[in-house]
């Protein structure tokens, strides 16, 4: 937090011929600082129309600042909370502190250059000796603006993301979540990546603070909050796994589950990112089905689990991807694969109740994996695959 020092001790008192000089002259010091400023200072000339007319304004609002206090330097010099009144708040979003501060300092030279021709005979010392002394007040106070700024634009950030993430969980997407997402400043094109977990910790101001750092050392762009009890990260960059791996001490020891990857960014793929983050929480609440399942884990290796808390996008997913293309095949794969399954993953047995070989078998279960991309042979994607076969009979009754 910010201070304010006590007020310094008055300085010299002008005589009333030098303030009167230095008051005619307002209107030529604040033309010389916007001179000064658009040869000195680039970043200025980069602003938009609108932005460069406010720091116009804002450079006159010193220099008559400046003239104020320097008919009674008994009075604390006004601040650049007050210069900056004129303009709008999100102005402090556009000129950052250091930029603030060169507009200070081209001021201050503006005056200081014509201090001779300003001050009355003898007084040149003091006018810059009060120059000084107001520039180092009002950097002062330029520091404590921005820094209340940043909490506030941080306490703004910290609501808007929580909005985003809970419209995002819901699929509630509207021009409001675009609007939001795009206030954001989100800006990676490199894909996009749902995880969800518990927090190692409370979910205080702290924790927040440490994970949002940790986010930033770790991609590019992030959403962090809180959905329930559950810890919720939408990360956005292009090296998404080492992200994901960067940011597994965060969570809890317990199940951490990952979306599919969804290509492209925020705000323009929200519909792609609300449905991962649906598949990601659906697999969080079904991960402890999979006592065996890998930290972190696909939210798509868990569509048995899935079901069984009532993902109807699992169901469909298995059906689509299993069964369908099974019973469409002409190899009688689905039948070889109904009698592997239903024979305790015999081949032997397999074989013998399909009047077939057993090579013929494990060349058909090959089959089934190059179709479905599940192996028979492997005891978790044999599990899949049977919940995928007994869907599909219930769906063709």
Same mark, same amino acid.
């Given at each position: 937090?910010?201070?304010?020092?006590?007020?310094?001790?008055?300085?010299?008192?002008?005589?009333?011929?030098?303030?009167?000089?230095?008051?005619?002259?307002?209107?030529?010091?604040?033309?010389?600082?916007?001179?000064?400023?658009?040869?000195?200072?680039?970043?200025?000339?980069?602003?938009?129309?609108?932005?460069?007319?406010?720091?116009?304004?804002?450079?006159?609002?010193?220099?008559?600042?400046?003239?104020?206090?320097?008919?009674?330097?008994?009075?604390?010099?006004?601040?650049?909370?007050?210069?900056?009144?004129?303009?709008?708040?999100?102005?402090?979003?556009?000129?950052?502190?250091?930029?603030?501060?060169?507009?200070?300092?081209?001021?201050?030279?503006?005056?200081?250059?014509?201090?001779?021709?300003?001050?009355?005979?003898?007084?040149?010392?003091?006018?810059?000796?009060? *120059?000084?002394?107001?520039?180092? &007040?009002? @950097?002062? #106070? +330029?520091? $404590? =603006?921005? !820094?209340?700024? /940043?909490?506030?634009?941080?306490?703004?950030?910290?609501?808007?993301?929580?909005?985003?993430?809970?419209?995002?969980?819901?699929?509630?997407?509207?021009?409001?979540?675009?609007?939001?997402?795009?206030?954001?400043?989100?800006?990676?094109?490199?894909?996009?990546?749902?995880?969800?977990?518990?927090?190692?910790?409370?979910?205080?101001?702290?924790?927040?603070?440490?994970?949002?750092?940790?986010?930033?050392?770790?991609?590019?762009?992030?959403?962090?909050?809180?959905?329930?009890?559950?810890?919720?990260?939408?990360?956005?960059?292009?090296?998404?796994?080492?992200?994901?791996?960067?940011?597994?001490?965060?969570?809890?020891?317990?199940?951490?589950?990952?979306?599919?990857?969804?290509?492209?960014? *925020?705000?323009?793929?929200?519909? &792609?990112? @609300?449905? #991962? +983050?649906? $598949? =990601?929480? !659906?697999?969080? /609440?079904?991960?402890?089905?999979?006592?065996?399942?890998?930290?972190?884990?696909?939210?798509?290796?868990?569509?048995?689990?899935?079901?069984?808390?009532?993902?109807?996008?699992?169901?469909?997913?298995?059906?689509?991807?299993?069964?369908?293309?099974?019973?469409?095949?002409?190899?009688?794969?689905?039948?070889?694969?109904?009698?592997?399954?239903?024979?305790?993953?015999?081949?032997?047995?397999?074989?013998?109740?399909?009047?077939?070989?057993?090579?013929?078998?494990?060349?058909?279960?090959?089959?089934?994996?190059?179709?479905?991309?599940?192996?028979?042979?492997?005891?978790?994607?044999?599990?899949?695959?049977?919940?995928?076969?007994?869907?599909?009979?219930?769906?063709?009754?």
């Amino acid at each position: 937090m910010v201070t304010t020092p006590p007020a310094p001790p008055p300085g010299p008192t002008p005589t009333t011929e030098t303030q009167r000089r230095v008051r005619d002259a307002s209107g030529v010091l604040a033309g010389a600082t916007l001179r000064r400023l658009e040869q000195e200072a680039p970043w200025y000339q980069a602003l938009p129309a609108e932005d460069r007319s406010w720091v116009g304004l804002v450079a006159q609002a010193g220099i008559a600042a400046f003239v104020t206090w320097y008919d009674d330097p008994s009075q604390r010099p006004i601040g650049v909370g007050e210069i900056f009144s004129a303009a709008p708040p999100q102005l402090t979003r556009s000129v950052s502190l250091q930029q603030t501060l060169q507009l200070v300092r081209l001021a201050i030279d503006a005056v200081e250059s014509r201090a001779g021709r300003l001050a009355a005979p003898g007084e040149e010392r003091d006018l810059r000796e009060a *120059l000084l002394r107001y520039s180092r &007040e009002v @950097a002062f #106070s +330029a520091a $404590e =603006v921005y !820094a209340r700024a /940043a909490e506030s634009r941080g306490a703004w950030d910290a609501r808007t993301e929580a909005l985003v993430i809970d419209a995002l969980v819901r699929d509630d997407i509207d021009d409001s979540l675009r609007s939001r997402v795009a206030a954001l400043g989100w800006s990676s094109s490199g894909g996009i990546l749902v995880m969800a977990g518990t927090s190692a910790r409370p979910f205080d101001e702290e924790a927040g603070g440490d994970l949002r750092r940790a986010v930033r050392r770790a991609t590019q762009d992030a959403l962090v909050g809180m959905h329930d009890d559950r810890l919720v990260l939408f990360l956005g960059g292009d090296d998404l796994t080492g992200a994901v791996q960067a940011l597994l001490p965060h969570f809890s020891p317990g199940p951490v589950v990952i979306g599919t990857p969804v290509v492209g960014s *925020l705000p323009a793929e929200l519909a &792609e990112c @609300a449905r #991962s +983050a649906g $598949e =990601v929480l !659906a697999g969080l /609440a079904a991960a402890p089905a999979w006592a065996q399942a890998p930290r972190p884990v696909q939210a798509t290796e868990l569509l048995p689990e899935r079901v069984l808390v009532g993902d109807v996008s699992a169901r469909r997913a298995l059906v689509e991807r299993a069964y369908r293309p099974l019973a469409e095949h002409t190899g009688a794969l689905l039948e070889t694969l109904s009698a592997y399954l239903g024979t305790g993953r015999s081949l032997e047995a397999a074989a013998r109740h399909l009047y077939v070989h057993p090579n013929t078998v494990r060349y058909r279960l090959r089959r089934v994996t190059d179709v479905t991309g599940w192996d028979p042979l492997d005891a978790r994607d044999s599990y899949v695959l049977q919940t995928a076969l007994a869907l599909g009979r219930l769906d063709e009754g």
